[in-house]
């Protein structure tokens, strides 16, 4: 089975430790390959083995310090 990508808008990110911040929490859910976020754009890429819920996301990214305004 390949691995579903979902592109995610997150807002307040500004710098580097934002988006490691937020790679680190979308890192802890089950199932994720990898997170790629991008402070300049608001944009998380994650890849995962299956498509994840996103209340575990918006979860995440709130542990984080930040908000998930959605897919993007």
Known sequence: MSNVTTVYQVTGMSCGHCEGAVADEISGIDGVVSVQAVADTGKVTVTSASPL???????????AGYELAGQA
């Open 53 to 63: 819920d996103e209340t575990a996301v918006r979860a995440a990214v709130d542990e």
